[in-house]
T-cell receptor
């Protein structure tokens, strides 16, 4: 158990809908990262927050957004969902910002768009 | 930007044999190289990492080597066991980088 929690574990929805994925980082970690894992693209970095502020964006679509709250939990919002958005979404956390810090991953949310 | 290539994509070994997975990276400024193990239905688990100021690091049956000149690093698992069966990912990052760049993964199967 990494100490990172994610809810829900599974999410099934229809095209055009909007969903919210939630992540709580390890105790003491200030940085949260969101990754998307699909069979054809592997693990792709989406966005990073550090202590409530957006720090970096990766391959995140405009339909997707995220935020980190004062209690440091983070939410990833996916809207106007398409079939191709079906994937595993992982949250990771680290103490400090920057890719060269140890990152610990949560169990993920499996999103299925029908 | 950084690009990480990983080989092989699948690897099958007999229990007790050694397994080696290799990765190359493109950004010479990269200085942090973690390895993750992902079991079915679970998130990636950090199993070992190495920074560019060392050439090798060991943790029981697992070791990682880094060749900065050639820009490649490898994961070595000795005395493999069936519970080592999983997908292994390498990754790279540098101090200025904001996130990890992952390889495509290696599916390791250990048969008894």
């Amino acid at each position: 158990d990494s100490g990172v929690t994610q809810t829900p574990k599974h999410l099934i929805t229809a095209t055009g809908q909007r969903v919210t994925l939630r992540c709580s980082p390890r105790s003491g970690d200030l940085s949260v990262y969101w990754y998307q894992q699909s069979l054809d693209q592997g693990l792709q970095f989406l966005i990073q927050y550090y202590n409530g502020e957006e720090r970096a964006k990766g391959n995140i679509l405009e339909r997707f957004s995220a935020q980190q709250f004062p209690d440091l939990h983070s939410e990833l919002n996916l809207s106007s969902l398409e079939l191709g958005d079906s994937a595993l979404y992982f949250c990771a956390s680290s103490k400090n910002p920057g890719g060269n810090n140890e990152q610990f991953f949560g169990p993920g949310t499996r999103l299925t768009v029908l | 930007g950084e690009n990480v290539e990983q080989h092989p994509s699948t690897l099958s070994v007999q229990e007790g044999d050694s397994a080696v997975i290799k990765c190359t990276y493109s950004d010479s400024a990269s200085n942090y190289f973690p390895w993750y193990k992902q079991e079915l239905g679970k998130g990636p688990q950090l199993i070992i990492d190495i920074r560019s100021n060392v050439g090798e690091k060991k943790d029981q049956r697992i070791a990682v080597t880094l060749n900065k000149t050639a820009k490649h690093f490898s994961l070595h698992i000795t005395e493999t066991q069936p519970e080592d069966s999983a997908v292994y990912f390498c990754a790279g990052a540098n101090q200025a980088g904001t996130a990890l760049i992952f390889g495509k993964g290696t599916t390791l199967s250990v048969s008894s």
